[in-house]
């Protein structure tokens, strides 16, 4: 009889070990399905974004494509902006509006400030992803027209020279003597104040940047 105890005994022990190494098996079976699939999910998120990012760029097939189309120089439309390339090095110019734009300045005043100047080295033309990587500047990407896209503000290439200041000598009212250089009380329009906001917002964002490289913005007149 004791022996028969003894024999049941073991058998249910020997369960107990093979239901606990089946419950074990599962778990870790579970766990494993659960890793494989947040890897799928994780892999697929990864290609549609990657799709959908690539499919708003132009991409080049090699470094030297990308480096021959993008040189010269591209203008931001809608304000006094510009990105020149030159090889390797790129300068971006935020120029003053009122040394530029004389019917501006009689209506907003005549600055006193000039134009900021900033000078970078690109370090990657990234003709795959269709970006350029400069050392203290942000990303350039370039859109899938071709323009270059830099804080959000889009500039197109064009073969016109970079504007040239007027003579604000030319300011000078009836009585001869100069405009004032603050801004007289006129109410800008909702296009003119929003464009206004974007190029201090660029030119904020710029200067930042610059600051926690510890570039200073170019002299006015340097050359690239």
């Not at 870790?28 to 659960?34: E, G, N, Q, S, T």
């Not at 947040?38 to 990308?66: D, P, Q």
């Not at 040394?99 to 600055?111: F, P, T, V, W």
């Not at 510890?214 to 002299?219: Q, T």
Request: hydrophobic share 30%.
């Amino acid at each position: 009889m004791a022996g028969k105890r003894s024999f049941d005994e073991q058998n249910r022990r020997e369960a107990q070990y093979w239901a606990s190494e089946w419950r074990y098996k599962q778990k870790r079976k579970k766990i494993l399905i659960v890793v494989v699939a947040a890897l799928c999910i994780a892999a697929a998120a990864c290609a549609i974004n990657y799709i959908s990012v690539i499919s708003t760029r132009t991409t080049y097939s090699s470094e030297a494509e990308m480096k021959k189309a993008l040189q010269g120089r591209f203008e931001q439309v809608r304000r006094y902006e510009d990105i020149v390339i030159d090889g390797n090095r790129v300068k971006l110019t935020y120029y003053e509006k009122s040394h530029y734009d004389e019917e501006y300045a009689r209506n907003y005043g005549y600055s006193e400030y000039g134009d900021s100047t900033y000078e970078d080295y690109i370090v990657k033309w990234d003709y795959r992803r269709g970006k350029i990587e400069c050392d203290w500047m942000d990303d350039i990407i370039v859109d899938k027209n071709g323009r270059l896209v830099y804080y959000g503000d889009s500039f197109v290439k064009t073969d016109e020279p970079a504007p040239v200041p007027f003579d604000p000598s030319i300011l000078k009212d009836k009585s001869g003597s100069e405009a004032d250089v603050t801004a007289p009380e006129t109410e800008t329009s909702e296009e003119e104040q929003t464009d206004a906001e974007a190029e201090e917002k660029s030119l904020e964002e710029t200067q930042e940047a610059a600051a926690a490289a510890g570039v200073l913005p170019a002299e006015e007149g340097d050359e690239i």
